[in-house]
């Protein structure tokens, strides 16, 4: 499905401050990125890296005063994502170099305080996929998903313990309970569509025979059409604005609508022949 999704927002610099950015994605075996448009008001001076997640950073300054920032994108999602029950665990010995990162404890999600919770969620669970899907169904069915119950510094143990939070705590959580198995899992961020409420989401993945699966616990079944902004160990790396200064965020909008519409409405216009309007992949595979 071909998809429009972006985000605007809206900030109040006290002084100049700058900023890093995190809102373009890339295309990948999964999503292919047809059109995007950035607007940043006023104008400033706009630098690009790629950090070693391989996602896609800006880094601007912000002048003193109100400042806008304005993304969009249609991307060509897939309407599915892989599933792949009693897909074998990965031995620690066969992982890549760079996904052995990924099997450690980290700011949010101290995978080094939750084995026994691990354990206990996953007892008599064939190791590998049937793992990571039986932690992503606990925490659906455990943990109450409830706006304003954490904030930035809330952890996957707090998370445990208080058995409530949003998308990025389940996501933490998920996390931590799979690498405490020493099965790697990483945080990711973009947009789901049909999402109640919408919002910018997270979820994670998790590293079993020799690939990456999507698993995301604030949903009861397998859903695709997400679009992937970026990823990392948690929330820290992840971040769509690092700021560095005093800056206030006053509003923030996000939407995610089918693109099929405007496509009818442009073919009618036009006489040359449709673009290929569909497409199959899978979540990223890069191992970053």
């Known amino acids: 499905m071909q998809l429009n999704a972006g985000c605007e ?51 601007v300054v912000a002048p003193q005063g109100l400042f806008s920032i304005h993304f969009s994108a249609t991307v060509q999602t897939a309407d599915l994502i892989d599933v792949s029950p009693g897909a074998p665990y990965t031995p620690v010995e066969e992982l890549p170099d760079s996904v052995l990162h990924y099997t450690l404890p980290s700011r949010y ?113 397998p859903r695709g059409n997400r679009v992937t902004v970026a990823y990392g160990r948690d929330a820290a790396d992840v971040a769509f604005t690092t700021q560095f200064g005093s800056m206030q965020l006053n509003d923030m909008k996000v939407w995610v609508d089918t693109a099929q519409n405007e496509e009818l409405e442009s073919e009618k216009k036009s006489e040359q022949a449709p673009t290929l309007s569909t497409s199959v992949g899978s979540n990223n595979q890069d191992s970053n």
């Not at 995007?36 to 996602?55: C, H, K, L, S």
């Not at 939070?165 to 405490?180: E, K, M, N, P, Y």
């Not at 899992?185 to 690939?211: C, I, K, N, S, T």
């Open 109 to 221: 999600c101290q995978s080094d305080q939750l084995g026994d919770l691990a354990a206990q969620i996953t007892e008599g669970t064939e190791p590998g996929y049937d793992q990571a899907e039986a932690i992503r169904k606990w925490i659906h069915e455990n943990i109450k998903y409830q706006y304003g119950t954490s904030d930035a510094s809330t952890s996957a143990v707090d998370t445990a313990n208080n058995r409530v939070g949003v998308c990025r705590d389940f996501t933490h959580l998920g996390i931590s309970l799979c690498r405490a198995l020493n099965i790697p899992a990483r945080m990711v961020v973009g947009y789901l569509y049909q999402l109640d409420p919408m919002d910018l989401h997270a979820w994670f993945e998790a590293y079993v025979d020799g690939r990456w699966f999507t698993f995301d616990a604030t949903q009861e079944l």
């Open 9 to 59: 927002l809206t900030f109040d610099a006290q002084t100049p401050t700058p900023l890093i950015l995190m809102l373009r994605p890339r295309s990948g075996a999964g999503q292919w990125i047809i059109r995007e448009e950035y607007q940043i008001t006023p104008a400033v001076n706009v630098t690009e890296f790629t950090d070693m997640y391989g996602n896609l950073c800006q880094r």
